[in-house]
T-cell receptor
């Protein structure tokens, strides 16, 4: 257990539905990252926050994706109008310096 | 920009050694190594910074050759618990916000 938690751990949804994931980082960590990982691949960067400010978004993050980190604590990642191609493991990581500690991930399956 | 890992997969007997390489086409600021077991999150192993020293703990160590833009992870006297997929994550500078670009992974299987 790294101290980073994610909820839910698994989510099955139908195409077109909206889903929201939550990440609770290690409390003193000011940076929070979202990655997406598909089977057989390494994690791919989606976006990151420094405190409550979202400083970068990957081109992978289409308009259907939005992320927030209100008050610089937990973060949420929402996917609207889900597509089958969104099926993946969504990983959250946090850090205060260089080392990123990953949460257990949310596995999303879009039917 | 994605680093290339080699080999893609390796099978070992307990007690054998292995080397996993991570090569980048761009100059690197840092290399981060993680191990991931099936269905679980990546677990941090070590970080190597530009200009830093070779790192290691227990029987796992790593090196960073800045000129070759390459890092190698050394696993000696492998144990069953070393099985998993190893990923290198790279940063090309220290002003990219710390985002990591990961390789495609190396699957390591240690057999009794």
């Amino acid at each position: 257990d790294t101290g980073v938690s994610q909820d839910p751990r698994h989510k099955i949804t139908k195409r077109g539905q909206n889903v929201t994931f939550r990440c609770d980082p290690i409390s003193e960590h000011n940076r929070l990252y979202w990655y997406r990982q598909t089977l057989g691949q390494g994690p791919e960067f989606l976006t990151y926050f420094q405190n409550e400010a979202q400083l970068e978004k990957s081109r992978l993050l289409s308009d259907r994706f939005s992320a927030e980190r209100p008050k610089g604590s937990f973060s949420t990642l929402e996917i609207q109008r889900t597509e089958q191609g969104d099926s993946a493991m969504y990983l959250c990581a946090s850090t205060s310096r260089e080392t990123q500690y990953f949460g257990p991930g949310t596995r999303l399956l879009v039917l | 920009q994605q680093p290339v890992q080699s080999p893609q997969a390796v099978i070992l007997r307990e007690g054998e050694d292995a080397v996993i390489n991570c090569s980048s086409s761009k100059a690197l600021y840092s290399v981060h190594w993680y191990r991931q077991k099936h269905g679980e999150a990546p677990v941090f192993l070590m970080i190597l910074l530009k200009g830093g020293e070779q790192k290691g703990h227990e029987k796992i160590s790593a090196s960073f050759n800045e000129k070759k833009q390459q890092s190698s992870l050394y696993l000696t006297a492998s144990q069953l618990s070393y099985s998993g997929t190893y990923f290198c994550g790279t940063e090309i500078s220290n002003n990219q916000g710390g985002k990591l670009i990961f390789g495609q992974g190396t699957e390591l299987s240690v057999k009794p």
